[in-house]
């Protein structure tokens, strides 16, 4: 979208048309030369493609028009045709259908609804929720919480006043080149069609995150820059200045009340408790196009050794298998066995318990040394995703990571979290922030009562 964007502002723009010529030229060049470039070196660095992950982008576009979600990535969605066994051609065959279907669910208003929902996902924030708020770095053998996750909230929040400025000055300033029918910038211009580009193409086609918002903050913030420059901001905080400075102090209170009423009806937010997961070991992140199913011999065991540094902790184990066979018609069959997992914390030297889901009972495991053992019950070879096939990716010197002993190519999927009651914000983060806020409006106050001094209203001495 960011190169027809480009591709059209030279066409628009471009002095003559030699010039245009000799640009577009450069700009086609310029994507070849990526786009073969870019196979020389996954042939060099052995690069093999596969068939079985191989995902159509019809995929991404079903999951965009899910009307039980706002377009945004949806676990069954994304895996729904992603099975074993099934080629390209069969998945977007599939994939096609759904999306013919849930058009035809939709009718104009409801399809315009559920695309303003799309928007409203990706653009409501200004910040990153959905894939980042729950990161978490390592330390020695385990995971503890990310600044984000700890003052994720907070951040949210703090951040949405510059976020609203910087949208509305960003449309106060094209609304008012097009109002006047002004010429705008080439820059400007590249600027605009790109944001419009790459809304247009993930809001009306594909599925939205709040991250691919990121791609038009580069572009928002280049017109930002601009607005800045021509409507001449410190000129009217002056004049307008002149008009507040007899009635600043009344004013003041007003805003301290607003703040003060802002401040009382969300303290609940540093007194609600809600369910936290605290996690110390989460491994490993599933291929996202989907993968080749790990096989497992007919009573063949696997065995994984690993730490737990804290107490009172809960055991997630993916624990889903299946056959396969073949019927009559020589089609592959699938039943669906769980595999047989034991847990032992061989510092306590105790068992713990693993029900036929794959998790422990809530805060069984303890500080300890464990040993899991996942183990085909079967006479027959069973395929499974609970297990990871990293290929020749070398994780040993990665503490953060265990393999199964003796096959460093293959990883447990699991998770080690330990359950806690917390708040969303906590008293701390919550006052510091309401005082930024007196403080910012204590400066405006002065800068306002001082404003001959600081702001002058002779256009030429600012």
């Not at 809001?203 to 709040?210: A, M, Q, S, Y």
Request: a positive charge; aromatic letters at 12%.
């Amino acid at each position: 979208m960011i190169i027809i964007a480009l591709s059209i502002t030279i066409v628009l723009m471009g002095q003559t048309l030699r010039q245009k010529f000799v640009q577009i030229s450069i700009l086609i060049a310029t994507v070849i030369v990526v786009y073969f470039g870019s196979s020389v070196i996954q042939t060099a660095q052995r690069y093999e493609r596969n068939n079985q992950v191989v995902t159509p982008a019809t995929r991404y576009i079903n999951m965009g028009l899910n009307p039980n979600t706002s377009g945004q990535i949806d676990g069954n969605d994304a895996w729904l045709y992603e099975q074993p066994g099934r080629t390209p051609k069969e998945k977007n065959r599939l994939y096609l259908s759904s999306i013919k279907r849930r058009l035809l669910n939709y009718s104009v208003g409801s399809l315009s609804e559920h695309f303003l929902k799309k928007a409203t996902y990706m653009y409501g924030t200004g910040l990153t929720i959905q894939d980042f708020f729950y990161w978490y770095a390592g330390n020695k053998n385990n995971l503890e919480e990310s600044i984000l996750d700890r003052f994720g909230v907070t951040l949210v929040n703090g951040f949405q006043f510059f976020y609203i400025l910087l949208s509305v000055m960003t449309f106060v300033f094209l609304w008012r080149h097009l109002k006047n029918k002004r010429s705008i910038p080439p820059v400007v211009l590249f600027s605009v069609l790109s944001v419009l580009g790459v809304c247009a193409f993930q809001v009306g086609l594909w599925e939205v995150r709040d991250r691919y918002s990121l791609l038009a903050v580069p572009f928002t913030v280049f017109i930002f820059s601009y607005a800045l420059a021509e409507l001449d901001i410190v000129g009217w905080i002056s004049r307008f200045g002149s008009v507040l400075k007899q009635d600043v102090i009344r004013y003041f209170i007003i805003s301290t009340g607003l703040l003060v009423f802002g401040y009382l009806s969300n303290y609940s937010l540093t007194t609600q408790l809600v369910e936290k997961n605290n996690v110390s070991i989460h491994q490993p992140y599933v291929a996202y196009a989907g993968q080749s199913d790990v096989k497992i011999k007919a009573h063949d065991k696997l065995k994984i050794t690993f730490d737990v540094e804290t107490t009172g902790n809960t055991g997630i184990f993916y624990n889903s298998a299946y056959s396969i066979s073949s019927d009559s018609k020589s089609q592959q069959v699938k039943k669906y066995l769980p595999l047989q997992i034991s847990l032992m914390n061989t510092t306590l030297h105790k068992s713990i318990e693993v029900d036929s889901n794959g998790n422990t009972k809530a805060n069984t495991m303890q500080k300890g040394k464990y040993v899991l053992t996942l183990t085909n019950p079967t006479n027959q070879a069973i395929y499974t995703q609970g297990i990871i096939d990293i290929g020749k990716a070398d994780f040993s010197f990665n503490s953060l990571y265990r393999s199964i002993s003796g096959h460093p190519e293959l990883m447990a999927v699991m998770t080690v979290a330990r359950s806690s009651q917390n708040t969303l914000v906590s008293k701390k983060q919550y006052n510091a922030i309401f005082t930024l806020l007196f403080v910012i409006l204590c400066i405006i106050t002065y800068m306002f009562r001082k404003k001959d001094k600081i702001l002058p209203l002779n256009k030429s001495k600012v």
